[in-house]
């Protein structure tokens, strides 16, 4: 496996499928990693699968939290290799913003600023993303992405830059996977005290519960009832539109998708599901 800092050195890799990181991977990173493997052996490409470890200042609308996010750089590489990585892309800032350019213009799609969303609790925060992954595009070039729905909305906004602006990459989604009791893996986990976890558990039960239900409103009830109860904050919990991820009623026709976002403690979470469904499985299993 390559460990490659110099753009410049991207060119020798050959097509190939790309995983975008910001680093401190886990078991769900290793996932969208090995389904890039997959995806590029299937397409016969010779670059294979290359990931990148990018701790993008421009995504994080508070510096402190850009500051205090985690930097694994030697057991990164070591899951990429493990994962079976082709190479790993680990740039400077300077490399992807270089100094003196000017930044592109940003014109985000109508999903990034759904109502009540992301775009409510970290303004710029979808700016940052759509500039650091068409920059990362630019730059490696790869033939298919791979992003975890785990980031349902951001998974739409990158869908829906790359169809706007006609970059010819396809955009993979990879299924959500969990710890032992349900909650989504992320590298904000690692924060959650031992006193916080029965409160982070209630996302993904709330998923669970809201899924049975046949209304979106008592969805939504049901959703921030038991993230309250259980002690989370919720930010939001809605059931929306899946590609657009604006509100329904009564009787929608098309896929649809339970979002929650709440903080538990100090720690930021995200989940959701597809809704209305079965409910989905722990352990190592994804929605």
């Avoid at 750089?73 to 990585?85: H, K, N, T, V």
């Avoid at 959650?192 to 049975?212: I, K, N």
């Amino acid at each position: 496996m390559r460990l490659i800092t110099d753009p410049g050195e991207l060119a020798s890799l050959g097509p190939c499928v790309f995983v975008p990181t910001m680093g401190a991977l886990h078991d769900g990173h290793a996932a969208l990693i090995r389904i890039g493997v997959a995806e590029a052996e299937r397409r016969g490409l010779s670059g294979g699968c290359v990931v990148s470890i990018f701790v993008n200042p421009t995504q994080f609308n508070d510096f402190a939290d850009f500051e205090k996010y985690p930097r694994t750089m030697d057991a990164d590489l070591l899951a990429c290799e493990g994962s079976g990585a082709s190479a790993v892309f680990a740039p400077s800032v300077e490399a992807v913003y270089p100094p003196g350019e000017a930044a592109s213009e940003v014109v985000l799609p109508p999903v990034a600023t759904a109502p009540g969303l992301e775009d409510r609790f970290r303004p710029g925060h979808f700016e940052g993303v759509y500039r650091v992954v068409r920059r990362l595009f630019e730059l490696v070039k790869p033939v298919a992405a791979v992003f975890g729905e785990k980031d349902w909305q951001q998974l739409r906004v990158i869908s829906a830059m790359v169809e706007r602006e006609g970059l010819g990459v396809e955009i993979v989604p990879g299924e959500t996977v969990r710890e032992a009791g349900g909650l989504a893996m992320s590298s904000r986990n690692k924060h959650l005290g031992p006193e916080d976890r029965e409160a982070a558990l209630s996302l993904s039960r709330a998923l669970c519960a809201a899924g049975r239900e046949g209304d979106p409103a008592e969805a939504e009830r049901v959703m921030e009832a038991m993230m309250r109860e259980a002690g989370a904050e919720p930010e939001y919990a809605v059931v929306r539109d899946a590609e657009t991820l604006l509100s329904i009623g009564a009787g929608h026709a098309g896929p649809a998708r339970a979002l929650v976002a709440a903080r538990v403690g100090t720690t930021r979470l995200l989940d959701n599901a597809p809704w209305p469904s079965v409910g989905f499985g722990v352990g190592a299993a994804a929605l």
